[in-house]
């Protein structure tokens, strides 16, 4: 359903290092998840988007995970750095190629990277 | 890719004013649109979304309203403002075909006074 309701959940990490966060989907019919990033004062930005076919993704100093049976993605930072600061959501597609499109966005979760 | 533009960036209305967000979209037709409200440090809540021209779905009840008069440009109102309306209030865009990537705008804070 929608995320709403609860206060974010907060990562704290150590410049340099690796981050890894989490996030449980709902609908076991799902076919196609992404993770945004969001800054402070500004709208969502697309990361990395992954098709349940696939278990693994690669970008540029991300990856995201799928674990289809559990319902479960991850994404992972390398070497994360303080641009990274931001709320993370992950956000799952329920339609098979339909024109609404609906994304189901998760709860968010905080990421705090320490210099 | 899709530029979504959003104004105002900040909003300060007092309560029972009247409201209107304006989203236009570039880089595409026939996009989907929609309108998200996130409250101070939480997730998104879909609100409105709009599959074409004065094709408008509402997601929850409330005292907001949507109007698509152009293929490309999503308004949000209301006639009278509460004091819960106050929110970061987030439009966005997909291309409506397939795996849908949605883009944002950079969102408008109302604060109802």
């Known amino acids: 359903g929608e995320s709403v309701g609860l206060h974010l959940p907060t990562l704290s990490v150590q410049e340099g290092d690796n981050s890894i966060i989490n996030c449980a989907y709902s609908n076991s019919a799902s076919d196609y998840f992404i993770w945004y990033k969001q800054e402070s004062g500004k709208g969502p930005q697309f990361i990395i988007d992954?098709?349940?076919?696939?278990d693994k993704r690669q970008g540029q100093r991300v990856t995201v995970l799928l674990n289809k049976t559990v319902k479960h993605l991850s994404l992972q930072i390398a070497a994360t750095q303080p641009g990274d600061s931001a709320v993370y959501f992950c956000?799952?597609?329920?339609?098979?190629?339909?024109?609404?499109?609906?994304?189901?966005f998760g709860k968010g979760t905080k990421l705090s990277v320490k210099p | 890719s899709q530029t979504i533009h959003q104004w105002p960036a900040t909003l300060v209305q007092p309560v029972g004013s009247p409201l209107s967000l304006e989203c236009t979209v570039e880089?595409?037709?026939?996009?989907?649109l929609y309108w998200y409200r996130q409250a101070a440090g939480r997730g998104l809540q879909l609100l409105f979304y709009?599959?074409?021209?004065?094709?408008i779905s509402s997601e929850v009840p409330q005292n907001l309203s949507a109007s698509r008069p152009q293929d490309r440009q999503f308004i949000l109102s209301s006639k009278k403002l509460l004091l819960s309306d106050s929110g970061f209030y987030l439009c966005?865009?997909?291309?409506?075909?397939?795996?849908?990537?949605?883009?944002f705008g950079s969102g408008t804070q109302l604060s109802v006074l």
């Open positions: 709009s599959v074409g021209i004065g094709q």
């Open positions: 992954i098709r349940s076919n696939m």
């Open positions: 956000a799952e597609n329920h339609d098979y190629g339909g024109s609404q499109g609906n994304l189901i």
């Open positions: 880089g595409t037709s026939n996009p989907n």
């Open positions: 966005a865009s997909s291309s409506g075909q397939g795996y849908e990537k949605l883009f």
